[in-house]
């Protein structure tokens, strides 16, 4: 990884998906323990998962994992402070105002 250069790497990972009335996720495990850091970016080969509702359906698929360089990580961790203040200004909550 360089300053200003990307690289890509290829790993096996297992994707999880959950319809349920408990919950709606997606994940993605990676089975040879890569980690994301910052700024970098994961694309799942394959089709679209579809997992009826009331099911949790697995299926191992290769990941493309495109690194950020040294500059996009940094920015990454310097603006993504700021924008998660951003996220903070909302509230939730059930009050009504008329």
């Not at 698929?61 to 993504?80: F, H, M, Q």
């Amino acid at each position: 990884m360089g300053l200003f250069t990307r690289s890509k790497e290829t790993a096996p990972c297992t994707v999880s998906i959950s319809h349920r009335f408990e919950e709606l996720s997606a994940h993605v495990r990676f089975d040879n323990g890569a980690v994301i850091h910052p700024g970098d970016s994961v694309l799942v080969q394959g089709a679209e998962i579809m997992a009826p509702f009331g099911e949790i359906v697995e299926e191992n698929r290769t990941a493309v994992i495109t690194r950020a360089s040294g500059l996009e990580r940094a920015w990454t961790r310097l603006t993504g402070d700021l924008e998660f203040i951003e996220l903070c200004e909302f509230s939730f909550s059930e009050e009504v105002t008329v």
